[in-house]
T-cell receptor
Framework: AQSVSQHNHHVILSEAASLELGCNYSYGGTVNLFWYVQYPGQHLQLLLKYFSGDPLVKGIKGFEAEFIKSKFSFNLRKPSVQWSDTAEYFC??????????FGSGTRLLVRP | EAQVTQNPRYLITVTGKKLTVTCSQNMNHEYMSWYRQDPGLGLRQIYYSMNVEVTDKGDVPEGYKVSRKEKRNFPLILESPSPNQTSLYFCASNPSATGELFFGEGSRLTVL
């Protein structure tokens, strides 16, 4: 069965630190990849997505992610985090048409 | 404004008392789905619908029912709620099978 793994469940950083959140998936075929963000008390919002083309994808708020097919990975990065980036981040993979499979999420706390 | 609207946002109920969580989208999306979010488990799909009168089970459908009589509405029905259905529920819609979902604000359900 397809699965999505997010290795870091909790991450604590100071403002201006760099961020990298890991995401690996298990599926050998064509995939669409997503990162969603959930700010405290809010619903999920799309941060960025990859369907095809340039494996380095830029999203909103300075986030980017790199698709590495050989590693089945889609890690999220941001060079310098802000306090307002405190949120939970979900990686998701669409491998069979409609069904979207989510990782278990990573809670990021950014200290001012 | 394009949105997915869920009601109620918060509900406390007792075991066995039937309840319905409504979901409506105004984007004319064909696809709609329900997820539950639990700590450490991420989002798990309960049911999804590809069009009017077309629904299918997701990963955790037990104890839930859905219907899709109109394109814009996709209610989630708990015929006999149990405490293990205490969770945060999200409705989502998307315009195609690409997996980019638009989420509602969430409905926090507590079953005593």
């Amino acid at each position: 069965a397809q699965s999505v793994s997010q290795h870091n469940h909790h991450v604590i950083l100071s403002e201006a630190a760099s961020l990298e959140l890991g995401c690996n998936y298990s599926y050998g075929g064509t995939v669409n990849l997503f990162w969603y963000v959930q700010y405290p008390g809010q619903h999920l919002q799309l941060l960025l997505k990859y369907f095809s083309g340039d494996p380095l994808v830029k999203g909103i708020k300075g986030f980017e992610a790199e698709f590495i097919k050989s590693k089945f990975s889609f890690n999220l990065r941001k060079p310098s985090v802000q306090w307002s980036d405190t949120a939970e981040y979900f990686c998701a993979v669409n491998a069979r048409g409609y069904k979207l499979i989510f990782g278990s999420g990573t809670r990021l706390l950014v200290r001012p | 404004e394009a949105q997915v609207t869920q009601n109620p946002r918060y509900l406390i109920t007792v075991t066995g008392k039937k309840l319905t969580v409504t979901c409506s989208q105004n984007m004319n999306h064909e696809y709609m789905s329900w997820y539950r979010q639990d700590p450490g488990l991420g989002l798990r799909q309960i049911y999804y619908s590809m069009n009017v009168e077309v629904t299918d089970k997701g990963d955790v459908p037990e104890g839930y029912k859905v219907s899709r009589k109109e394109k814009r509405n996709f209610p989630l029905i708990l015929e006999s709620p149990s405490p293990n259905q205490t969770s945060l529920y999200f409705c989502a819609s998307n315009p195609s099978a690409t997996g980019e979902l638009f989420f509602g604000e969430g409905s926090r359900l507590t079953v005593l």
